[in-house]
């Protein structure tokens, strides 16, 4: 099914499909960072890979800051990747591709910029961003229904 | 590719799987308004966008329940929505569509609300027959395997 | 769109999207029997459900630790479907399809086997090849749009 290689939207979704994903590891790289720089680990095992740290019962405020910023990525992410392969395969335009593809993903990048960083509201603004992009494509999807 | 539009469970596919993430947002939207009302955040910057609200180490135990049942649904729902696409691609039929689909949207949904208003067995017997439905759909795609 | 079954890497694409999502049923089953083990419930209600159980404000730490295996996988194992579908829909070879979600897949349970058994630094190595994995299926993708 080279074909499709043809479908208008398949450049912007696997351009921003991949940088979705990509995104969602720095997250976790930021956390296994923060878990490292806190001395702070809840596996007893994890001791071993990360010298110095020592075991508490909750991982540390910094880890869990960035801990929850991955978790929300966790429930939006993955769900909305299927919602744009759906919305391409059913035909999207290229420039409605690269428009909804590329403001979910600035949207959800500027979310986790401001989750790290304790930056409010705008990490509410840039949440209500990127599910207003996600509606967009539903309603798209639900009107090619009809 | 506007021909996979001629797919037999296309429309129960793009329908149920947008009812799914919309089903999640409810639930997260759930989760923000406990959080407002038990006037607790984790975030102190939320103070900000929660005016009335302080901050503890930890959620409280109706913002918790509500986040309990959120996480249930990014455990498996995102991986539903691949294998239904899947099984859609893979030629089933539209009664299929509708059936799997619908009873999986149906079962998550009522997990939902059992699991909001603390109702058992009701909401493991939902989540079985959720997973059951899901069974179904990944016995259909191995058999099309062989 | 019985086109889709002359896919070239369509047979392990479903083949290791079954068995990844039936991994992480398997790690929410052990998570379950944790608890049940542990006697520890979070929701009054699930004493029901789990005879000789009483309520603490956590869950046991046998039971965190399951959780934390089943979190790992959430955080992962979605996204990576949806990126294994988007290389097979661009006609990925069967070789690459079996070699690429063929090691995924075992990487990742590996990493669950390891997790639940405390076994570091192998985890963090299991965790490592299902990514570094991953990567090799992004540089293709990203390859495929020049």
Redesign the interface.
């Known amino acids: ?7 208008p939207a398949w ?1 912007p ?3 921003f ?2 940088l ?3 995104k ?2 720095a997250v ?1 790289f930021v956390t296994a960072n923060a878990r490292r720089k806190s001395t702070v680990v ?5 001791v ?2 990360n010298p110095g740290t020592h075991v508490e019962g909750a991982e540390a405020a910094s880890t ?2 960035a801990k ?1 910023a ?2 929300n ?3 939006n ?7 744009a ?2 919305f391409t ?3 999207a335009s290229a420039a409605a591709g690269w428009a909804y593809f590329g403001i979910y993903f600035v949207a959800r990048t500027l979310h986790t910029i401001f989750y790290l960083n ?4 705008w ?2 603004a840039a949440f209500a961003v990127g ?1 207003l992009t ?1 509606l967009g494509i ?1 309603v798209q ?2 009107l ?2 009809l």
């Open positions: 099914m080279a074909e499709v290689l043809q479908l450049p979704l696997v351009l499909s991949v979705l994903v990509l969602m590891g976790a809840v596996n007893p095992e994890d071993m890979v869990m800051r929850r991955h978790v990525d966790a429930e992410i993955p769900a909305f990747l299927v919602l392969l759906l395969l059913a035909g304790a930056v409010q509201p990490r509410t599910q996600q539903i999807l639900v090619g229904l």
